[in-house]
């Protein structure tokens, strides 16, 4: 790929292409954290490393990572890394390197920490389980990281396991993941053998001595004899591979020609810019085992800023207009914020990549969503729980914000005279919720707060008062989002509430076209209101969304009112007629109506389109939708049946059975209201040997059986006399 034509400003201590913007993304219990933690340690950052089992790991430093052993929040940090002699760019041997790391959640309860951190990413190491391979949440970190057009490389974590296969994991991605992956270094030995890799392109071996906890200690050798057709092997293969998509390395394969470690290495750079090419690489990071060739590729394949395509965004004052945003120190600023955090010091962070440009102390920023401009006050590099105040920063820099106000996450900031919108992350809808009720008047006080604040840093947490029963409702994830969320409640705003069990984010739709009318007449003796419109509604394509569309011909109802009926006919759906659920997947028709000279306004005709929504909605045969789970239970083969007639019981649908390394897994869907204590079910089911995760999959008609007892529940009670 050629690169994007740049200035680096001379007073950079590191120019763009020594940069690295890289997150670490896998599904729960992959080795992320473990993996960022050694890096961290070869890389000189740290002097002692952690553990995430002995909670002393540097990027979970949240109380609540430490005491459950999960990453919760992706935290970020920088790391410098020297280039080794025989490294890829020639012209910086001997130059260090600088690596921001984006250390990402696996577990699918805060996948919008994964969603934000893809959207500024440059790179990604995705980590698999060398055991497990390509895991349910491997699949959807993968689909962000594509969404976003990330290039990324694998690491078969976990080599040191029993059951660890390397090529399965290979094979896996393959199939599973749709990868072109091909591996550039394989393990030598393997379970509690495992010594480290062979760089398959340069045919070497790379040998930990097994005595040594710190993994400092290797040797750079030739590769053992029992090994080197496995050796040749992977190289003509990783050369035919490359050779299918580059023009370059396919000359040389059709001329006969050898072909130089360095030409095949940028041929492989090449292609993983573009995405075209997945290097897989392996090792241990609990036994610190080839994690120094992690980081080499790093350097060596995942691209600078330079190596991506430029940002691209629409101008605010017209959105048709696409503006391209070049990474250069001497351009106009352009930054995107994409996280935002209550930090006990030094109050709200706002976490922010420059695509160009430079950012100073004192300047002045435009926030085009607002038309507000605020003042810099202090600039910040983050290294993970820590804050070093910086004067400046650059194109490519990941830093944050200390101050600002009236800004979300997906908020572009950029020079006035440049204003421009880039596109934000997107993020999933809440899919549970639970009420919660403070236990005294102070934490009432203090709630409304702490909600505020968290809402503000998590786009999938929503917090809303129910006006049919004055419940303050808060909605997430899953459970252990929810629970997180309580227990920062308590540590962070001292807040002290009580929540009841949690509700199921259900949905309505329509199965069949009606036609509805609504009127909304009254005289008082003077002006009246008067207001009357014709609709009809359809069932729109499963996960196509509401569309509202204005056919009125002849004027019968005047144009200014039309903006009044849809704003009626939005305000209906956000309440069904069934149980006071949303409404999803219909198209709604302005028809028709009539108006009064004088009594007509834009009330009325509101008004008259919420009645003709209701009306329309009741004929068109309403039901029930629940958010239905994709789970994947991996469990010993002796409870296999235990666990399918559990997720029978449950509704569940078995979908597919699969034997990996001696334990079954059993993928099903299974309706989320079913899924209430899974977990504690689960470990007594299994004698606490299986293991489950699941991940939202869509919405689904609820059984009749069951939407009558949900609608009875939901119906209003009479007041006690």
């Known amino acids: 790929m050629e690169k994007t034509k740049s200035v680096n400003s001379p007073n950079r201590k590191y120019s763009m292409e020594r940069t690295r913007n890289i997150g670490i993304a896998a599904h729960i219990d992959a080795g992320k954290t473990t993996t960022t933690e050694r890096i961290l340690f070869y890389t000189g950052l740290i002097h002692k490393m952690g553990d995430v089992d002995d909670g002393n790991t540097v990027t979970d430093w949240m109380e609540q990572e430490r005491e459950r052993g999960i990453t919760i929040t992706s935290a970020a940090t920088t790391c410098y890394w020297t280039q080794k002699e025989d490294g890829l760019e020639k012209s910086f041997t001997g130059l260090p390197h600088r690596i921001n790391i984006i250390d990402t959640p696996g577990h699918v309860d805060f996948t919008a920490e994964v969603e934000r951190s893809m959207r500024v990413l440059d790179g990604a190491v995705a980590v698999f389980c060398g055991v497990a391979g390509v895991q349910p949440q491997s699949e959807t970190v993968w689909r962000q990281a594509t969404k976003y057009r990330v290039p990324r490389i694998a690491f078969v974590n976990k080599m040191d396991r029993t059951g660890a296969n390397f090529e399965n994991a290979v094979t896996e991605m393959r199939k599973k993941l749709g990868a072109y992956a091909y591996p550039v270094a394989i393990p030598v030995g393997k379970e509690e053998t495992f010594q480290g890799v062979i760089d398959i392109i340069s045919q070497k071996a790379i040998l930990y001595d097994l005595g040594d906890d710190m993994g400092l200690n290797y040797q750079i050798t030739e590769i053992p004899e029992e090994d080197k057709d496995r050796a040749r092997f992977a190289l003509a293969e990783l050369i035919d591979g490359v050779a299918n998509k580059d023009d370059e390395i396919a000359e040389l394969v059709i001329e ?38 992690l980081v080499d590729a790093i350097i060596d394949y995942l691209p600078s800023p330079l190596d991506i395509p430029p940002a691209v965004g629409q101008d605010s004052d017209d959105p048709e207009t696409r503006i391209e945003v070049t990474p250069d120190d001497s351009g106009k600023f352009c930054a995107l914020a994409f996280k935002l955090w209550s930090d006990p010091y030094v109050g709200k962070l706002v976490f922010f ?115 049919d029963t004055g419940q303050l409702i808060i909605a997430g994830m899953g459970e252990l989002h929810l629970e997180i969320i309580r227990d920062r409640l308590l540590r962070e705003f001292k807040v002290d509430a009580t929540a009841g069990a949690p509700q199921i984010a259900y949905r309505e739709t329509i199965t069949k076209a009606a036609e509805g009318e609504g009127k909304f007449i009254r005289q008082s003796g003077g002006r009246g209101q008067y207001g009357h419109a014709i609709i009809t509604v359809e069932p729109n394509g499963s996960g196509q969304g509401v569309v509202i569309e204005n056919k009125v011909v002849g004027g019968t109802i005047p144009k200014e009112y039309i903006p009044a009926v849809i704003d009626g006919i939005e305000e209906a ?87 990996k390394s001696g334990a079954v897994v059993l993928y099903a869907e299974v309706p989320l209201a079913e899924l209430f204590g899974y977990a504690t079910a689960i470990r007594s089911l299994s004698k606490g040997r299986a293991n489950y995760s699941m991940e939202p999959l869509r919405f689904e008609h609820v059984p009749a059986s069951i939407a009558a007892t949900i609608l009875d529940l939901a119906k209003p009670k009479p007041a006690r006399t």
């Open 573 to 659: 759906i956000q309440g069904g007629v069934l149980a006071n659920y949303p409404m999803v997947d219909l198209k709604v028709n302005i028809m028709e109506g009539t108006f009064h000279e004088v009594d007509s306004s834009e009330l009325a005709f509101k008004m008259a389109g919420i009645f003709a929504l209701k009306d329309a909605a009741k004929r068109a045969n309403p039901v029930l939708l629940e958010p239905v789970m994709k789970v994947e239970v991996t469990t010993p083969e002796e409870y296999q049946g235990d666990l399918l007639g559990d997720l029978n019981r449950r509704r569940g649908k078995i979908q597919s059975l699969e034997v």
């Open 256 to 293: 006969d020609k050898p072909i130089e470690p360095l030409v095949l290495k940028r041929a492989i750079r090449r292609l993983t810019c573009k995405i075209e090419l997945v290097p897989v690489l392996c090792g241990s990071a609990f036994k610190k085992r080839a994690v120094q060739p």
């Open 353 to 467: 990549r420059v695509y160009s440009g430079t950012l100073r102390k004192s300047e002045v920023i435009y926030n085009p969503r607002t038309n507000k401009r605020d003042r810099v006050s202090r600039v910040m590099m983050i290294q993970a729980d820590k804050r070093i105040e910086v004067d400046t920063v650059h194109a490519g820099d990941i830093a944050a914000l200390v101050g600002l106000k009236n800004i979300t996450t997906g908020d572009t900031l950029c020079d006035e005279d440049f204003s421009i919108l880039l596109e934000p992350p997107t993020f999933p809808e809440p899919v549970i919720s639970m009420a919660v009720e403070p236990k005294t008047k102070a934490d009432r006080d203090k709630l409304g707060e702490g909600l505020q604040r968290l809402a503000e840093e998590d786009p999938t947490f929503r917090c809303f008062t129910n006006e």
